[in-house]
């Protein structure tokens, strides 16, 4: 019964926080548990599924979840047991992470910063003679578009006049940041 339990916490993870459409309940019937009748599954399946969006949508850790399925347990009801619940606790220990990531992946709707570099060169050539020997700061941002995989690459030159505006905002930013947290 615990094997069969995961399999169905599988399955609805699967379709509810992972988009596969093909993993139906009429599937994970026929799959899962063929010799139930189908009103019995349709409650077992609903149970699991209102359980396992609680924890998402709760964002539960493993001891939350497991105060929280021991109040459902004791409720006494045929579709949701001890074994159900040690399923489910087996379950959120392994997937817990894989499925909180991809739905904050899911809900990320524009680029982000996937990757910070840097290096300061010396101009060796120039027109001028006073910009001879002048530090020069060179960054690269590589940005990840959340719709496609390639990263686009952003490539700066700044010299110290440049850097220490820059530097200057990422502080007032990181003020603000700091500001909302506390």
């Known amino acids: 019964a615990d094997r ?24 994970l019937k026929a799959e899962i548990y063929p010799d139930l009748p189908d009103e ?20 539960m850790d493993f001891a939350k979840l497991e105060r ?5 347990v004791s409720k006494k009801s045929e579709f949701f047991t001890e074994d159900h619940a040690k399923a489910l606790l087996k379950f959120w ?8 990531e991809h739905l904050a ?3 990320c709707w524009r680029s982000k910063l996937a990757e910070v ?9 120039s027109r001028h003679l006073d910009e001879l020997n002048t530090p ?7 940005i990840q578009p959340q719709t496609t995989k390639a990263a686009e690459v952003v490539r700066l030159e700044m010299e110290r006049p440049a850097l220490d505006a820059l530097l200057a905002q990422v502080a007032e930013i990181e003020a603000q940041l700091k500001a909302f947290s506390n």
């Open 4 to 27: 069969l339990y995961h399999g169905l916490l599988n399955g609805l993870s699967r379709r509810l926080f992972f988009g596969e459409t093909t993993v139906t309940n009429e599937y």
């Open 40 to 59: 019995n599954f349709a409650q077992l399946c609903g149970t699991a599924q209102k359980l396992l969006s609680n924890a998402v949508s709760n964002d």
């Open 68 to 72: 929280f399925l021991g109040a459902q």
């Open 93 to 100: 220990k392994s997937q817990r992470t894989k499925i909180m």
């Open 105 to 107: 992946e899911q809900s």
């Open 117 to 125: 570099s840097w290096r300061v060169d010396v101009k060796a050539k």
């Open 136 to 142: 020069l700061g060179l960054l690269e941002l590589k």
